[in-house]
């Protein structure tokens, strides 16, 4: 063997560092970086915006060269732009989305996303700074994008993480067999990731999903055809409910805020084993006053249930 190395047009070190190269490329080649980076930002063409409702749009942007998004399950994006003021100066603007898509729509990333106008709402006159940034844009207009960010990581068949807010704490590993969920307007992204991830994506799993999809009137439930589709194409593992601040005449499902009563009714009931997680993402009142004390009423503890 050694005479046979010594035998060849190019010394054997040389040799040795052509295998290694070719076996990296062989086993790891085919593994594509991340379309984002957690650090620095990156920009991002629109290429098509939808409207869904009277103050809801669907924004869709190119990833570079068609590559894949790369965002685990339950984290989400920080999109920045900066504002020329009236005075000469700027000042940037950050906000962190939860995109709809994922790594099934390589090339792109969608976000839904309601736009707060300005002069609306007396408590916000000036709306809100991104929403109203983004439905200005035309389609070629970039928007500077990092990512991914957040406390949760969903991983497969009910498994997730939830990461610590203070980093010298460790993380926390959760096992769900019943994912009840509570979301209110927007709040509904981030459900239909985990969704996505553990109906959609895993078939054989026994793991459910309870949605209660909380909103004002019935033109603002955001993605309803898709929820719908939902139910009827995952049976069982998938059951879903409506309450509405105004609701029409002859509205089917529940009415103003969440309660107790409509937690116990229509989201899987606390476990002693905590294999029955509640997620949850919406205005913060809603969260803080609905949903967090009638949770610990029936009997979920602070490791039972986590928000986004």
Known sequence: ??????????????????????????????????????????????????????????????LPNGGKLGLPVGQHITLKFTESLPDGTTKNHQRSYTPTTGDDTPGTVTFVIKVYKAGVHPKFPDGGKMSQHLDSLKLGDTVDMRGP?????????????????L???????????????????????????????ALRDEPNSNVTCSLIYANQTEDDILVREELEAAVEKFGGRFKLHYTLDRPPQDWAYSTGFITKEMIEEHLPSASSDGSTQILMCGPPPMIKFACVPNLEALGFKKTDYFVF
């Open 167 to 197: 980093r010298r704490d460790k993380d926390e590993l959760r096992k769900a067999k019943h994912f009840g969920m509570i979301a209110g307007g927007t709040g509904i992204t981030p459900m239909l990731q985990i969704i996505h991830a």
């Open 1 to 62: 063997m050694i005479e046979a190395l010594d035998q060849l047009p190019f010394p054997a070190p040389v040799l040795i560092a052509v295998v290694v190269v070719f076996l990296t490329l062989l086993f790891f080649g085919g593994q594509s970086k991340p379309a984002l980076d957690a650090v620095e930002f990156t920009p991002l063409p629109l290429i098509k915006k939808e409207s869904l409702s009277h103050d809801t749009r669907r924004f869709t942007f190119a």
């Open 149 to 165: 960010k957040g406390h949760m990581t969903y991983h497969r068949y009910g498994c997730f993480t939830v990461h610590p807010v």
